[in-house]
């Protein structure tokens, strides 16, 4: 199994378990397949749950939780934390590196917020893509107002990305028009255009606003391509903004 699918099969048996737990009766065969298929990756049963290498069956684990907590809300926590270590290391390694390059400069931003957003968007590319794309422009977005905020800008109440866009634009020097070089011009253009294409597939397919009648569902491949856009894009500007620090 390629890292993708072993992480699906392992969310899929956590979902499995938390439905039983809870009493909504589970089919124990997928339980069993799943179990099977991920007891035979050693890197997988090193950290799966001891109750899932003991328990072969669904009744085996109803025997095992129901006396262990009582209610619903404490089976259902108990089973997310003890997936928590897998989960992460399928994750983590799941990562591209891309991922870990805007990772280990978003680290650096003092802003709780960015760092939110930012991993936010990176879990939610395959499971949630609506989700993934609205936070893309959030991340964007959270960039801007963070090195305006910095440079004492004020950019009123209600801006939209493209205003903000052009507001830091203007003060790192990253406008086409302040630059004679044709190939500079030429790529901060394609800067300014994905700036302006995430605004508007955020509020075309992203998860922030309703739509009608005739609506486009995004895949993760789409999520993919906005999430690592923006996360480019936040890297871009952030170390143009501590270059620019430099020579105040």
């Known amino acids: 199994m390629d890292n993708q699918e072993k992480l699906i099969k392992v969310e899929t048996i956590q979902n499995i378990l938390i439905a039983h737990a809870i009493g909504s009766g589970e089919n124990s065969s997928d339980y069993e397949t ?21 328990c072969r069956n669904l009744q085996q684990f109803w025997q095992f939780i129901k006396y262990e907590y009582r209610t619903y809300g404490e ?9 928590q270590p897998l989960l992460k ?16 400069v978003v680290k650096k931003i003092d802003s709780d917020y960015i760092h939110s957003i930012w991993h936010k968007a990176l879990e939610r590319r395959a499971s949630d893509p609506e989700g993934a794309i609205t936070l893309s422009r959030t991340l964007l977005e959270s960039t801007c107002k963070h090195i305006l905020d910095e440079l004492d800008i004020d ?79 936040a890297v871009f500007l952030f170390s143009t903004w501590e270059m620019k620090k430099i020579e105040l």
């Not at 799943?34 to 003991?54: A, S």
């Not at 089976?75 to 997936?83: H, P």
Request: glycine share 8%; with cysteine; hydrophobic share 35%.
């Open 75 to 83: 089976r259902r926590d108990f089973i997310w934390n003890s997936f």
């Open 89 to 104: 290391k399928l994750e983590l390694d799941n990562s591209v590196p891309s991922d870990k390059l805007v990772t280990s």
């Open 155 to 233: 950019y009123g109440n209600s801006p939209d990305i493209n205003q903000l866009y052009r507001l830091i634009a203007k003060e790192l020097s990253l406008s086409p028009s302040q630059h004679s070089e044709q190939i500079f011009k030429q790529i901060l253009g394609g800067c300014s255009s994905i700036v302006e294409g995430l605004g508007a597939l955020r509020n075309k397919v992203g998860d922030a606003h309703g739509q009608g009648k005739v609506n486009f569902k995004p895949s993760p491949r789409h999520a993919e391509l906005a999430v690592n856009l923006a996360g480019t894009m």
């Open 34 to 54: 799943l179990r099977y298929y991920l007891l035979k990756e050693i890197d997988i049963k090193n950290l799966l749950p001891k109750y899932v290498i003991t």
